[in-house]
């Protein structure tokens, strides 16, 4: 079992950075793909960037793709994800998220454990 939560989340104006943190508990943090995925208002919930149990693979999605960061610190059982040059389209709630395949997986029905989320505002 894998608990998760988030933190790092705000406002920041267009063209700024933040860098969110999911803080895990449990002895086999380290078996775990990790991601991060974000809903907007009224949208559907979108993949944004995973990582495999090993931190030397990662995959993002194409709208974020040169902009941010995801990686992982096994020993802290800790997940990050940098955002940089933000854009108002990245305004959402933000939320990390554990699979037990180890791989990475790019979609929610393989996470079975989820954080409350955290909320992203970008202002124009």
């Known amino acids: 079992q894998v608990q998760l939560v988030e933190s790092g989340g705000g406002l920041v104006q267009a063209g700024g950075s933040l860098r969110l943190s999911c803080a895990a508990s449990g002895r086999t943090f380290s078996t775990y793909g990790m991601g991060w995925f974000r809903q907007a208002p009224g949208k559907k919930r979108e993949f944004v960037a995973s990582i495999n149990e090993g931190g030397d693979n990662t995959y993002y999605a194409d709208s974020v793709k040169g902009r941010f960061t995801i990686s992982r610190d096994n020993a802290k059982k800790m997940v990050y994800l940098q955002m940089n040059n933000l854009k108002p389209e990245d305004t959402a709630v933000y939320r990390c998220?554990?699979?037990?395949?180890?791989?990475?997986?790019?979609?929610?029905?393989?996470?079975?454990?989820w954080g409350q989320g955290t909320q992203v505002t970008v202002s124009s």
């Open positions: 998220a554990a699979e037990s395949t180890g791989f990475g997986e790019m979609t929610e029905v393989w996470y079975a454990y």
